[in-house]
Structures are given as C-alpha cells and as structure tokens.
C-alpha cells in the first residue's frame, strides 16, 4: 500500500508553484545572455576605428596620441603662421627675390599638408610641454615621448634626426639620450594637455645668450640693454636662422632656465598680447625694428625679417642679468592635444 504525501502548503499570499519545472520552463526562465560587442570593421582603405582604453593617460594610449600629434606638428604649418607668411609676401615688391621666396615658403607647406609629409627635410628636435591631471604617471608619459619619436621617424614624419654625442653613431630611430626633450608638470583639471614644438638645428645655432652689461652693446641691465642684445642676436642670425623668424626671448633667470623660458615662448600664437604691458611694447619695438634691417625670407633681402616676438622674464640673482634668445625659423612648427578623460583627444594648432 503507498503512502499519500502530505500536502506542500503555500506561502501566505504567494500561488502554490509546482517543485519541479519541465526543462523547456526553466530555460524559459533563464535570463537571456547579453550579446557581446562585435569590433567594427574598417572600410576599405581606412584604418580599424580606435578601441576605448582602460588609461586614457597610459602610455600605450598617449604614444598614439603623441604620434599623430608628431604628424600634425611636421607636417602643417598653423594657421596664423601662414596667414603671416601670405601677409608678408604682399608685403614684397612684385617680381622681387624676396617675393618669389616666400612663394616657394608657401607653395612647399600646401605640397607637405596635402601629402602628410615633413615641411622641412631637417625634421628638429622635439620639445615637448605636458601638463598632467594629479595622480597621472610621470614615467608613462616620458616613455610615450620616446615611443612616439619611434613611431613618427619609423611612419616617414620625423626624419632620423638623434646622434649619440659619445659615438658619434645615429641609432635611426629619432630618439636618444636626452631625445625627445619632456617637461611634464602638474596642471589643472582632468584633462592632459600636451604642446610639441620641432626646432631645427639652423635656428638653434642661432640662438644666443648674453650677461649684462654688455660693454661692446652699450647695454646695461635695464629693458633698453635687453633690447640692445635681442636685435643684436637678430641681426646676427641673417639668412642662416632660415628668415623670416619668430623670436623668443627671456631675461633672467639662469642660464639653463632662461633658454628654457626663452624657448617657450615659440608656443605662442603670433597674433596674441602679452599680459604684461611692458613686456607687450618690448615685443611690438623689436618686431618693428628687426625688419628694418632688411635681411628679408632666407636673408635674401626684403621687407620681412621677422614673423613675431615673443618675450618673457624671471627672477634672478643680484650678481647675474642673463638675456637668452631663441630663434624658430620660418617653418614654426607647433601642435597641441588635450587628452580627455574619456580618451577623446582634441588637437590644435
């Protein structure tokens, strides 16, 4: 004889439910299974569309952005350092050298923009600015610089510009002991920015530094004396700075220090003012001064000598009143990136 089984009683207030489901209900009852994103494939001919990255300030992920930021600086001139090269051309008596010159000047960056190829066949030495959110790895953004400076000389955008000073050899990749040059500090906000001049060495030589007083000048250390030894520098350069220049200049500081506060100023856009009125007029006098002196486009004569002025100044000590210039030649070759939180990278020029 079989027992009965008792009765299961229900909770109060919910329907008795049987203990057992058939298969095809518990499948039923499953949660569905989430699809997994599929990566989109490129169109033909274009490069795979970029993947988000866990660190946007990685250096996996800045060695991108800075190498693209490489291609930007090498090969397109900013916008209002052309529109100062086409000013300065009307500037020029039609049928003159310096107006043929500075056709050449222009008509060479519309051929290096549209072909994504270097503006100048001395690709410079790469300095770089970086202003990093708190928190983000030094390390990783120096070891990014260098892997980039890899990458755009290995993609044709820099050419192999490193010597190692010890052996003399060129290691063919761009980069060395010192090469690329990184400053990196701590800036405000979440987002990176990033800011890459590429300086030649013909504009580099030309660079000077001076101590005031300066017996030969008649320069004493006051803004008159610093004036004195920035058109003397300026003069100095003729065509082997590849004129029309921009000047950056800085009086002050050490000697190590006002080169790098003089070269800084070379990030500024031509057509801005500076904070400082006194400064401000000193950068207007010296412009205006410096193309009297006819030297004109690659020192062959004319109108335009100078494209801009750029002045800076730091403290100093009492026994030292250095002034240091920093000459970029016509081909100013700048770009800048902010780097989002999200990954997203802005470029500017």
Known sequence: MVKSKKPVKAAAGKPRQSAKKKPAARAAARPAPKAKPVAKKAAPGKPAPATPTADPFGERALTAVFTE???RAATAIPPDVLAALEKAREREESGSVA???FDVLIENTRLAREDSRPICQDTGMPFFEVAVPRGASLGAIERAAVAATRAATKAGYLRPNSVDSLTNKNPGDG???GMPIVHVHEGKGKTLSAHLILKGGGCENVGSQSALPNVDLGADRDLEGVKKVVLEAIFNAQGKGCAPGVIGFCFGGDRANGYNEAKRQLFRKLDDANAEPAIAAME???LEKGNLLGIGPMGYGGKTTLLGVKGSYLA??????FVSVSYMCWA??????????????????
Do not use: C, H, N
């Open 175 to 177: 980069a060395g002991r």
């Open 316 to 321: 100093r000590l009492p026994a030292s009143y």
């Open 69 to 71: 930021l490489f291609r």
């Open 99 to 101: 107006r043929d010159t």
């Open 332 to 349: 100013t070759r700048r770009a800048g990136v902010d780097v989002l939180p999200s990954g997203k990278a802005v470029y500017s020029q």
């Open 284 to 286: 207007a006098e010296l």
